[in-house]
């Protein structure tokens, strides 16, 4: 349920209506805009009887809500968020932000050759997995500590902040320790003892949707995070299956607007996964600045023929500098900078 306050609601009118639902043993979110206060229920509203909550002096409207996701609705947060970074990078702003960088941390070398290259061509996060979720055990599956380590060499060295993915919630103090942003991966979107874990700690969360996921269900994983106590929470489309072979996954770039209509978080695009073709991610990259996506998420690799995952779909530097170069113009004319 949201309360709608009037704008002329003063701050005693607003204070009753909260105490009403604190004695009904509920919480709340308070939303306040420029012109009013959004007051947002949490919790069985069926015990708050609307007609006396409507009745109470500055409520404009009382209005029960459709959606099963609250905290992650535009219904009970208009304003969109914006997480901002230590150093000052804003995520939700008008500003661009894409975060470029190999699929997996693999030796220092290659981490910090690439790190140097995404950073000289405008990126602002590096990318890079430690623990690599891997359909096969026998594949290249991350170097676990070492490769935070190196990321953590590469923000030293580069100064940009370092989005790595979190494989499971014992993971997560050691991950948190290293990293500026978790990574929940596709594979991990409704693992909800991680989505409670990663609710914890003080971090930024990208939340991958789901392989496999209704942006339904994608909503509903943010809500376990920002419910357990992490309002810092951005999401990520990153393609699902269908029936369609010549692709890896299916970019849903529809899901940019409506995601951005239902919800107030961030939304950002990983055209890498979302077409697992390096020939895709330039036109896919344009396609979802062009559909309002606040960020992009790029795999690159200098010598991607010998990288230890998904290579193929892998810019190298030169043609990720040319990306950067052409969605500039984009941005710019759907009102953002890159
Ligand atoms: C990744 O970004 O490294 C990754 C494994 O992606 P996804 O979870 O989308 O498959
Ligand atoms: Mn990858």
Same mark, same amino acid.
């Given at each position: 349920?949201?309360?709608?306050? @009037?704008?002329?609601?003063?701050?005693?009118?607003?204070? %009753?209506?909260?105490?009403?639902?604190?004695?009904?043993?509920?919480?709340?979110?308070?939303?306040?805009? #420029?012109?009013?206060?959004?007051?947002?229920?949490?919790?069985?509203? %069926?015990?708050?009887?609307?007609? @006396?909550?409507?009745?109470?002096?500055?409520?404009?409207?009382?209005?029960?809500?459709?959606?099963?996701?609250?905290?992650?609705?535009?219904?009970?947060?208009?304003?969109?968020?914006?997480?901002?970074?230590?150093?000052?990078?804003?995520?939700? @702003?008008?500003?661009?932000?894409?975060?470029?960088?190999?699929?997996?941390?693999?030796?220092?070398?290659?981490?910090?050759?690439?790190?140097?290259?995404?950073?000289?061509?405008? #990126? @602002?996060?590096?990318?890079?997995?430690?623990?690599?979720?891997?359909?096969?055990?026998?594949?290249? %599956?991350?170097?676990?500590?070492?490769?935070?380590?190196?990321?953590?060499?590469?923000?030293?060295?580069?100064?940009?902040?370092?989005?790595?993915?979190?494989?499971?919630? *014992?993971?997560?103090?050691?991950?948190?320790?290293?990293?500026?942003?978790? *990574?929940?991966?596709?594979?991990?979107? *409704?693992?909800?003892?991680?989505?409670?874990?990663?609710?914890?700690?003080?971090?930024?969360?990208?939340?991958?949707? =789901?392989?496999?996921?209704?942006?339904?269900?994608?909503?509903?994983?943010?809500?376990?995070?920002?419910?357990?106590?992490? %309002?810092?929470?951005?999401?990520?489309?990153?393609?699902?299956?269908?029936?369609?072979?010549?692709?890896?996954?299916?970019?849903?770039?529809?899901?940019?607007?409506?995601?951005?209509?239902?919800?107030?978080?961030?939304?950002?695009?990983?055209?890498?996964?979302?077409?697992?073709?390096?020939?895709?991610?330039?036109?896919?990259?344009?396609?979802?600045?062009?559909?309002?996506?606040?960020?992009?998420?790029?795999?690159?690799?200098?010598?991607?023929?010998?990288?230890?995952?998904? =290579?193929? *779909?892998?810019?190298?530097?030169?043609?990720?500098?040319?990306?950067? #170069?052409?969605?500039?113009?984009?941005?710019?004319?759907?009102?953002?900078?890159?």
């Amino acid at each position: 349920m949201i309360i709608i306050m @009037s704008p002329k609601a003063t701050q005693d009118d607003i204070k %009753r209506v909260e105490e009403r639902i604190r004695m009904a043993g509920l919480s709340l979110h308070l939303s306040q805009g #420029a012109e009013r206060t959004v007051i947002g229920v949490l919790g069985d509203v %069926r015990q708050l009887l609307p007609d @006396s909550l409507q009745a109470l002096p500055g409520v404009e409207r009382v209005m029960r809500i459709l959606h099963p996701f609250k905290l992650a609705s535009r219904d009970f947060e208009p304003n969109p968020t914006v997480i901002r970074l230590p150093g000052g990078l804003e995520i939700g @702003s008008s500003r661009l932000v894409v975060m470029a960088g190999p699929c997996a941390v693999e030796d220092e070398e290659t981490l910090l050759e690439t790190a140097r290259a995404v950073k000289a061509a405008g #990126a @602002s996060v590096l990318r890079g997995g430690a623990f690599k979720p891997r359909t096969s055990p026998y594949n290249f %599956r991350g170097l676990g500590k070492e490769g935070l380590e190196l990321l953590a060499k590469a923000r030293k060295e580069t100064g940009l902040p370092v989005i790595t993915e979190v494989l499971s919630p *014992q993971d997560v103090d050691l991950v948190a320790e290293y990293a500026d942003i978790l *990574q929940i991966g596709a594979r991990n979107m *409704q693992n909800f003892s991680l989505l409670q874990a990663v609710a914890k700690v003080d971090k930024p969360v990208l939340l991958k949707r =789901g392989m496999a996921n209704s942006i339904e269900e994608w909503l509903m994983s943010a809500e376990y995070i920002l419910s357990g106590g992490n %309002r810092n929470v951005m999401l990520c489309e990153r393609g699902i299956r269908t029936f369609e072979t010549y692709t890896r996954n299916t970019l849903d770039l529809s899901a940019v607007p409506l995601v951005k209509k239902l919800s107030h978080l961030p939304v950002l695009v990983d055209p890498s996964h979302g077409t697992g073709s390096r020939d895709l991610v330039l036109p896919m990259s344009k396609a979802a600045v062009a559909a309002g996506a606040d960020g992009l998420l790029i795999e690159v690799h200098p010598r991607p023929e010998r990288a230890l995952s998904d =290579g193929p *779909q892998s810019l190298m530097p030169p043609a990720f500098e040319a990306l950067m #170069a052409e969605i500039r113009p984009i941005a710019e004319v759907i009102g953002r900078s890159a």
